[in-house]
């Protein structure tokens, strides 16, 4: 039975504060945790040299860890730099996962809506997806806040701050001088001396645009280009319809200038096409 002179010694005795408490909870020394705690966990810049960490800060970095029961020097948890010169609480994958694994409930989330152009993204779309899962399934069906992850603190990273953007104004007056220079109108009428504006230059009209090939003229291209390609002139195309009952009128002198019912013949397909220079090949003897 405790007497009221032990109540009032335990009365007496100062509550540990939440580093004590954490420093306790590892087993080592207080100073000593604080020590350690920034020399591992806390941020450092390229060069090695650690990032100016205030005591506050500090504390609020091991409330989340204490909240969450996350192990900083595990990596479930770890502190991210960010613009206005504190640290924002990051939780690695290991860290959701350990949250995750404490609620009886999962949930689902979509690649399209995550995916980003960074090289993890590009080389392991599946174990992000897996990893984004975890972390955004844990924060939507367990009620999980004031952290985040490696993505959303790169947002939070490169968000301009309010009090930094450009503030433009809604109307700007004109200057004194602009307003003098505009002319005033008058009802008296101008003098006969005075000279009349000059006309306006009309704006240089656009080049007009040189057409394309016509339909028939690609037509008559691709059979000389199949006939050239077979070692074949325009001779050896009127031989082989000549040997077909097809005469060529008088105007048609060359490939470019074949009627239209003789280049649909001819083209039906492209298996057709190289069938009949095939066969005027053939009827040619074999001209290579």
């Not at 390609?229 to 009952?245: I, P, S, T, V, Y």
């Not at 096409?273 to 053939?282: C, D, G, I, T």
């Amino acid at each position: 039975m405790s007497t009221p002179q032990s109540q009032t010694a335990l009365a007496a005795q100062p509550k540990p504060t939440l580093t004590q408490e954490l420093a306790s909870h590892y087993g080592i020394e207080g100073a000593k945790f604080i020590a350690t705690l920034k020399a591992t966990v806390m941020p450092k810049r390229q060069g090695g040299e650690p990032v100016a960490v205030s005591d506050e800060e500090l504390a609020a970095f091991c409330m989340v860890a204490k909240e969450y029961g996350l192990n900083p020097f595990l990596k479930e948890i770890h502190a991210f730099p960010n613009k206005s010169g504190g640290v924002t609480p990051i939780v690695g994958v290991d860290g959701w996962a350990k949250l995750m694994n404490r609620q009886p409930r999962w949930h689902s989330e979509y690649y399209s809506e995550c995916q980003r152009g960074t090289e993890p993204w590009r080389q392991m779309p599946r174990r992000m997806l897996r990893h984004k899962a975890l972390i955004q399934g844990a924060r939507v069906a367990f009620g999980f806040c004031g952290i985040h992850d490696e993505d959303e603190a790169a947002d939070i990273v490169n968000v301009t701050p309010p009090a930094a953007r450009e503030k433009k104004p809604l109307f700007t007056a004109p200057k004194r001088e602009a307003i003098a220079a505009v002319e005033v109108p008058t009802s008296e009428p101008q003098s006969s001396a005075q000279a009349e504006p000059e006309p306006e230059q009309s704006a240089a009209e656009p080049e007009a645009e040189v057409p394309g090939p016509s339909p028939l003229d690609e037509k008559r291209m691709t059979i000389r280009d199949a006939f050239e390609a077979a070692g074949m002139q325009f001779e050896h195309l009127k031989a082989f319809l000549a040997n077909r009952n097809l005469d060529l009128g008088a105007d048609e002198t060359d490939f470019l200038k074949l009627s239209q019912g003789v280049c649909d013949r001819l083209t039906r397909s492209s298996d057709s096409l190289k069938s009949f220079v095939a066969q005027a090949k053939k009827l040619a003897g074999g001209v290579k």
